[in-house]
């Protein structure tokens, strides 16, 4: 348990973050927790969420993740720190809806999705029939599938129900929660190796250098990750089964033979 932060600051502090998350649209959470077991997690989950709002104190995004909240003083200037962005993102969103035209907010969730991967394929569009936007879409799809020399070829086949749709968001749910546990896994396994290393006596007069690099390069790439929806299951391709094959470790006792590399590492890399 960190020292001096109990579940109930922990959950006071998540329900700021709720707030200000929702006013401000933002992607990451911080839930509240129910036992001392989780503070590890939470404070993890707490670094995420204020690199994301860009909080402006080093402390709370540097040094050792279980020390940074373990006095009085510093909860203080994180809970009123939150509460003025909390005041802050209030008016920002009291302005995004005052911005907001009256047609975009008639505007269905289809064509925000069509335009959107419009954008995202680098084309233009106006303000066209839905299914004059899809055909522009397919159109674009199409060019770009023109460029593979072998096409790339769809992971996932079966026809769809409304239980089907269940059955795979509640396994995209799963996979996010083992994501989740195994990236918090890797970096207290990073934190221990960095604190490892600073125990020499060469590198302890770099220490505040060493924890500002790593707290600036290395930690925002791996505590920020985007959920998986159903949309990343259906945009797959098969070459994810032959990287899934190939790491098998049922399969490495033949990973040095010749058939190996045609059956798995030919096919990743054509």
């Known amino acids: 348990m960190t020292e001096g932060l109990t579940v109930s600051h922990a959950c006071e502090i998540a329900a700021v973050c709720r707030e200000i998350k929702t006013l401000l649209q933002m992607e990451e959470t911080v839930e509240g927790i129910d036992d001392d ?5 939470f404070l993890y989950n707490l670094s995420a969420f204020l690199l994301e709002l860009g909080c402006p104190y080093e402390e709370f995004s540097s040094g050792p993740i279980d020390a ?3 006095d009085a003083e510093a909860r203080n200037r994180l809970v009123n720190y939150l509460k003025d962005e909390f005041k802050a993102a209030q008016l920002t969103a009291a302005q995004r809806l005052e911005n907001l035209k009256p047609d975009s907010v008639e505007e269905d969730e289809d064509r925000v999705l069509l ?3 419009l954008e995202a394929v680098g084309s233009t ?3 066209q029939p ?5 055909s522009l879409l397919y159109q674009e799809v199409d060019k770009r599938m023109q460029r593979f020399v072998t096409a790339p070829k769809i992971m996932f086949k079966a026809s769809m129900d409304e239980n089907k749709w269940r059955q795979v968001e509640e396994c995209c749910a799963m996979l996010l929660k083992d994501f989740r546990a195994r990236t918090i896994l890797l970096l207290k396994r990073l934190d221990v190796s960095v604190n490892s290393f600073l125990w020499t006596d060469r590198l302890q007069k770099m220490e505040d250098e ?3 690099e790593y707290a600036r390069r290395v930690q925002p790439h791996l505590i920020r990750y985007n959920p998986m929806q159903v949309w990343h299951l259906l945009a797959a391709t098969d070459d994810i089964l032959y990287i899934e094959s190939a790491s098998n470790y049922a399969n490495r006792y033949c990973e040095n033979t010749l058939l190996f590399f045609f059956l798995y590492v030919g096919k990743i890399f054509q």
């Open 68 to 70: 940074r909240f373990s």
């Open 130 to 134: 839905l299914g004059e936007i899809f």
């Open 210 to 212: 060493i924890r500002g």
């Open 125 to 127: 569009y106006s303000n």
């Open 37 to 41: 077991k989780q503070i590890q997690a």
């Open 115 to 117: 335009c959107s991967a």
